[in-house]
Every structure is written in C-alpha cells, then in structure tokens.
C-alpha cells in the first residue's frame, strides 16, 4: 500500500532525477495488479524488477509471489533503494546500480538466471544507446522460457526492444493516470525457437 511517505519519496526521486524516474505519481493498485498477472508472480521461482521506485509495485509483487520464490530489485536512486530496504520480506534482495549490469549483480546475490524481468524504468527519456544496452544485458541474463516485459507510458521501448527481441506482445492498463502500457517479449525455449 502506497503512503503519504512513499508519494513524497517519490516525487522527490522525480524533481531530482525526472530521466530516471518518469512519473510524478506511483503506480496504482489496479497497475499493480495488472504487473501481477502479466508477469505470472504466483508461479515464477526468479524475478527482477528493474526501477522499483518507492517499492509499491515490489510490495504487490512479493504478496502474488510463491514462499520459495527471490525477486532482486535494482535503482540507481540511493532513496529509492534506502526505502527499499526497509521492506521486511526475506525473498526481496535490493541492489542499487545499473540494469545495465544485471549480469553481476545476479552473480553478487547468487542468482540464477531470471524467469521474469520486469522494468518501470523511463526507455523514453534515456538515450538509446543506454536502453540498447540495458535491454541487451535483461534479454542475455534471462532464462531460456523467460519473460522481459516493460511497463511504460510512451511506446519508446517498443520501438527499440524490437531490434533486441523481436515483436512484443502489448496490453494496457487503462485505469491508471496516465494510462500504461505494457510491452512483453518471451525468450524461446531454446536457441533458433
């Protein structure tokens, strides 16, 4: 449940780093549901959540996840990931750093490679470089079978994860302000599927 703190942490986060954050207000409840079941949280072993923000979509998240499940949640944002680590659940590790280097930070947390990946991080304000690599490293570090999906206000990261993944699949979550989209790609079961 999002509080009075997590709105002011939040928009703090945005008039500081508004490139990285993207959103003047946290997710909803009905977004966070909406996460929820795209990414199938009730039966995925291995999560990350790329921009977690003030923890609202991480907290929806753990409560959906199984009892031996482990979700890492990484931001750059030292405030964020501070907030984060208040969240008392053992199956959430919190790292602060770049999506960019997932591959390490799943190796620091002893981490196989992830079922779902899921990314409310800005592809929009970023330069494309930056999303070409962070995109890269979320599809290699992905487990065979897996989903990458970003949930996202513009179509910007359509647009690019197409050059990395191919077509996605799309949904929205209308009751939402603004609207959100949601962009989903499935990692073949093997190589040449």
């Given at each position: 449940?999002?509080?009075?703190?997590?709105r002011?942490?939040?928009?703090?986060?945005?008039?500081?780093r508004?490139?990285?954050?993207?959103?003047?207000?946290?997710?909803?409840?009905?977004?966070?549901?909406?996460?929820?079941r795209?990414?199938?949280?009730?039966?995925?072993?291995?999560?990350?959540?790329?921009?977690?923000?003030?923890?609202?979509t991480?907290?929806a998240?753990?409560?959906?996840?199984?009892?031996?499940?482990?979700?890492?949640?990484?931001?750059?944002?030292?405030a964020?990931?501070?907030?984060?680590?208040?969240?008392?659940?053992?199956r959430?590790?919190?790292?602060?750093?770049?999506?960019?280097?997932?591959d390490?930070?799943?190796?620091?947390?002893?981490?196989?490679?992830?079922?779902?990946?899921?990314?409310?991080?800005?592809f929009?304000?970023?330069?494309?470089?930056?999303?070409?690599?962070i995109?890269?490293?979320a599809w290699?570090?992905?487990?065979?079978?897996?989903?990458?999906?970003?949930?996202?206000?513009?179509?910007?990261?359509?647009?690019?994860?197409r050059?990395v993944?191919?077509?996605p699949?799309?949904?929205?979550?209308?009751?939402?302000?603004?609207?959100?989209?949601?962009?989903?790609?499935?990692?073949p079961?093997?190589?040449?599927?």
């Amino acid at each position: 449940m999002t509080t009075m703190g997590d709105r002011l942490t939040f928009l703090k986060g945005f008039i500081k780093r508004p490139r990285e954050v993207g959103s003047l207000v946290p997710s909803s409840r009905f977004l966070e549901q909406r996460i929820c079941r795209v990414i199938d949280a009730g039966h995925t072993r291995t999560l990350v959540e790329l921009g977690p923000g003030t923890g609202g979509t991480t907290e929806a998240v753990l409560a959906a996840m199984p009892a031996d499940a482990r979700l890492l949640a990484i931001d750059t944002n030292p405030a964020f990931v501070e907030q984060l680590r208040g969240i008392r659940d053992p199956r959430l590790l919190v790292a602060e750093g770049s999506a960019a280097d997932l591959d390490t930070l799943l190796v620091e947390n002893a981490l196989p490679p992830p079922d779902i990946i899921f990314s409310g991080i800005p592809f929009s304000t970023m330069p494309e470089g930056v999303a070409d690599g962070i995109l890269q490293s979320a599809w290699a570090a992905l487990a065979p079978g897996g989903r990458f999906t970003a949930y996202q206000f513009r179509d910007a990261v359509c647009h690019q994860g197409r050059r990395v993944m191919g077509e996605p699949l799309v949904e929205c979550e209308w009751i939402n302000i603004p609207p959100m989209h949601f962009y989903s790609w499935d990692k073949p079961e093997r190589v040449g599927s």
